[in-house]
């Protein structure tokens, strides 16, 4: 079974000033799927970035960018020029593509990013 | 493009009342995923539809909640009779089901909060 770890339940930030998330994961596969979720307090979870393992290249989504570290099993987040709106908690999420369509996906702890003003 | 629907978005019922919560997905998507989701927690899967087939319910405690896709469309997920600690956000997701894709990206609604009192 998989696991995912969020070591850091709460960080807090600046406004415009650069944060990272940390996520450590478990597996043995070696083809998987890796995505940071923000879920702001009206619960709506959304999407932020998506990385595939096979890929060694860094995902990028304009301020967000992740830094994937393979055989360390590390999937950090990093968001630049944090805006308020940024303000929420963060989920790490594994995947193991499954050979029929969708598979689950878990989930760490989540992190509570607070940017203040 | 409508995103995930559910209703209703909050619930309080007395333990032992049965609950039920309704999901509309994506339009076109065939993969349909109920999570629940504890306070300060990831969620977790309960169950995954492939059109009208749970293909992946083993997280899903039998004795008491039950799920139907009767037309692969919409989404019923029931707990009767509810406990105390089914208190919890029930999120409802979806994605395309594209044949040969296991690794769909998940778009989630806004979610039920279900208080059992």
């Known amino acids: 079974a998989q696991t995912v770890t969020q070591s850091q339940p709460e960080m807090s930030v600046q406004e415009a000033e650069t944060v990272t998330l940390s996520c450590t994961y478990d597996?043995?596969?070696?083809?998987?799927?890796l995505f940071w979720y923000k879920q702001p307090p009206s619960r709506q979870m959304i999407l932020v970035i998506r990385q595939e393992a096979y890929k060694q290249q860094n995902a990028t989504e304009n301020r967000f960018s992740v830094n994937f570290q393979k055989a360390a099993k590390s999937f950090s987040l990093k968001i630049s020029d944090s805006q308020l709106g940024d303000t929420a908690m963060y989920f790490c999420a594994f995947m193991k593509p499954e050979e029929t369509s969708g598979s689950r996906l878990t989930f760490g702890e989540g992190t509570q990013l607070t940017v203040n003003p | 493009e409508a995103g995930v629907v559910q209703s209703p978005r909050y619930k309080i019922i007395e333990k032992k009342q049965p609950v039920a919560f309704w999901c509309n997905p994506i339009s076109g998507h065939n993969t349909l995923y109920w999570y629940r989701q504890n306070l300060g927690q990831g969620p977790e899967l309960l169950i995954r539809y492939e059109n009208e087939e749970a293909v992946d319910d083993s997280q899903l405690p039998k004795d008491r909640f039950s799920a139907e896709r009767l037309k692969g469309v919409d989404s019923t997920l029931k707990i009767q009779p509810a406990e105390l600690g089914d208190s919890a956000v029930y999120l409802c997701?979806?994605?395309?089901?594209?044949?040969?894709?296991?690794?769909?990206?998940?778009?989630f609604g806004p979610g039920t909060r279900l208080t059992v009192l």
């Open positions: 997701a979806s994605s395309s089901g594209r044949a040969g894709n296991g690794a769909d990206t998940q778009y």
């Open positions: 597996t043995s596969e070696s083809n998987y799927y």
